[in-house]
């Protein structure tokens, strides 16, 4: 996803915190179990309402969070779109009608950068499918909490056109915005799944992404020195290292960019892990 608005893998090693069903939560950060969802929508001090305009301006409500900001006819984000199942498991969930999701950030309470020995970021996510292609546009994405796309922006998974996809969104030195992106062959997207990338500040700053204990990917400044597969910024536009706040929200787009649009559906976030700052 980029914010005009806007990408699996087997078990990772031991060591993942993934609940057990009937857990009273299914989301960890930096090795903490989350408390069990609370009214008004709060939990773990993130915000079931987010704001995806970052220096855009916030709305005045949840329901104009994608007015006037993409494809009015999208569904707009609703904090009675999220809950906890039985499972522990956090839902968004797209509505009967199509018309209202769930997302929820950690804007404005928890940031997450990189380190030199590489922050690993990861979720494991369920997501429903029709005919083996992913339903709707699901995304669990990184973004900056400066300017955009200058500062970056990193989706971990989004579900483009069906299909599980990374990207690394950037400002290169001309001023101009550009994508760097893969695939996730591992899979098609379909269950459940772990997605995670190990992110690296230091001399040459970097974004790996694995699906399970193999790399399948790496964007970098220049691709020099590191194996393949790895593909460098067009101009040697050094990756951003952060901060960025976590986003995970589950839209439609009307079939711009989703997958098979299907309503009364949900994204199950299962996990979150990651060193915040």
């Known amino acids: 996803m980029n914010i005009k608005i806007i990408s699996s893998a087997a078990a990772l090693a031991?060591?993942?915190?993934?609940?057990?069903?009937?857990?009273?939560?299914?989301?960890?950060?930096a090795g903490q179990t989350a408390?069990?969802?609370?009214?008004?929508?709060?939990?773990?001090?993130?915000?079931?309402?987010?704001?995806?305009?970052?220096t855009y301006g916030s709305p005045p409500g949840c329901d104009e969070i994608q007015r006037a900001f993409v494809n009015p006819a999208d569904a707009e984000f609703n904090p009675a779109q999220v809950s906890m199942n039985g499972s522990g498991y956090l839902e968004l969930a797209m509505n009967s009608a199509g018309t209202e999701s769930g997302a929820f950030t950690t804007g404005g309470e928890e940031t997450f950068s990189a380190s030199p020995g590489g922050n690993s970021i990861y979720s494991e996510i369920s997501l429903p499918c029709t005919s083996s292609q992913i339903d709707n546009w699901p995304a669990f994405?990184?973004?900056?909490?400066?300017?955009?796309p200058a500062?970056?922006?990193?989706?971990?998974?989004?579900?483009?056109?069906?299909?599980?996809?990374?990207?690394?969104?950037?400002?290169?030195?001309?001023?101009v915005s550009q994508t760097l992106s893969g695939a996730w062959t591992d899979t098609n997207g379909c269950g459940a799944h772990y997605y995670?990338?190990?992110?690296?500040?230091?001399?040459?700053?970097?974004?790996?992404?694995y699906a399970g204990s193999t790399r399948v990917g790496t964007f970098a400044g220049s691709c020099t020195g590191l194996p393949s597969p790895c593909t460098a910024t067009d101009d040697g536009t050094p990756i951003a290292t952060g901060p960025m706040y976590a986003i995970f929200d589950y839209e439609n787009d009307n079939g711009t960019e989703s997958g098979p649009l299907v309503n009364g559906v949900s994204m199950e976030v299962q996990s979150f892990h990651g060193t915040h700052n």
């Open 14 to 29: 031991a060591g993942l915190v993934v609940p057990a069903a009937g857990t009273a939560s299914a989301v960890t950060v």
């Open 35 to 54: 408390q069990a969802v609370t009214a008004p929508f709060s939990w773990q001090g993130h915000t079931w309402c987010p704001d995806l305009r970052g």
């Open 141 to 148: 994405w990184l973004v900056t909490t400066g300017s955009w």
């Open 151 to 175: 500062g970056g922006e990193i989706d971990a998974l989004e579900g483009l056109h069906g299909k599980p996809r990374f990207n690394y969104h950037y400002l290169d030195k001309s001023g």
């Open 196 to 209: 995670r990338i190990n992110w690296y500040s230091g001399s040459d700053p970097r974004i790996d992404f």
